[in-house]
């Protein structure tokens, strides 16, 4: 049996609530962030997300992060977890869509307009909304980009396409 070293940490939320005057509610947060990093009164909201692992390498008490030893975290132990599943189905974009494991805004384009919207199977990661972009190529096929994040985009029962 080999053994290893986890770094895994939780984050805890921490709050300051404070009363600023501006001009603009850009000034105002600029001042509010400003206050509340001056003032002692900040409270713990007694809420924390879940442990994940920010880095581990093979070893019994070793340094993950000491000189390159850190070796690839798994998407599901990470603190954005695994990234949501995005399935397409044919015959030509719009078709089906179903999202599985959190939440991704969809952008569907074509010559007559374009469509955006979010979806979601909750919970959605922390941190990540990808936006899943589709558009159909002169083949009929789907031309597919993911920005904003990680997307995991399935499409099926488009003709000459099935696949991950």
Not at 67 to 89: C, D, N, Q, Y
Not at 124 to 151: F, M
Request: hydrophobic share 30%; net charge negative; glycine share 10%.
């Amino acid at each position: 049996m080999t053994w290893y070293t986890v770094q895994a940490s939780y984050p805890a939320w921490y709050a300051n609530t404070v009363s600023v005057q501006a001009e603009t509610p850009e000034e105002a947060l600029e001042k509010a962030i400003e206050a509340a990093n001056d003032d002692p009164n900040w409270k713990s909201l007694d809420h924390c997300g879940p442990t994940h692992v920010d880095a581990y390498c093979m070893g019994r008490d070793e340094d993950p992060w000491d000189g390159g030893k850190s070796l690839p975290i798994p998407a599901r132990f990470t603190e954005h977890g695994e990234p949501p599943v995005v399935t397409l189905t044919g015959p030509r974009p719009p078709g089906g869509v179903e999202v599985t494991g959190g939440t991704v805004r969809l952008r569907l384009v074509d010559d007559a307009a374009t469509v955006t919207t979010e979806v979601s199977d909750p919970p959605p990661p922390p941190g990540s909304k990808p936006v899943v972009t589709i558009r159909p190529r002169p083949d009929g096929a789907p031309d597919i980009e993911v920005t904003g994040g990680k997307a995991i985009v399935r499409v099926q029962g488009w003709e000459g396409v099935d696949h991950d």
